[in-house]
């Protein structure tokens, strides 16, 4: 699963989506306002190093 984030049109809210890829666009709704229609933003990914011992 995968985070994305979300700016709402109508109020300006940004918000966050925890899902699968093909589930996101019906998960986008703003929790403040109750909209579906919001912007994905373009996240940065995270990565990490792997650890130095197994």
Not at 29 to 44: H, T, Y
């Amino acid at each position: 699963m995968a985070v994305y984030e979300f700016t709402c049109r109508k109020c300006g809210t940004e918000f966050e989506v925890t899902c699968h890829m093909d589930e996101r666009e019906a998960k986008a709704v703003c929790p403040k306002c109750g909209r579906r229609r919001a912007i994905q933003k373009l996240s940065a990914a995270f990565t990490s190093p792997p650890p130095a011992k197994y």
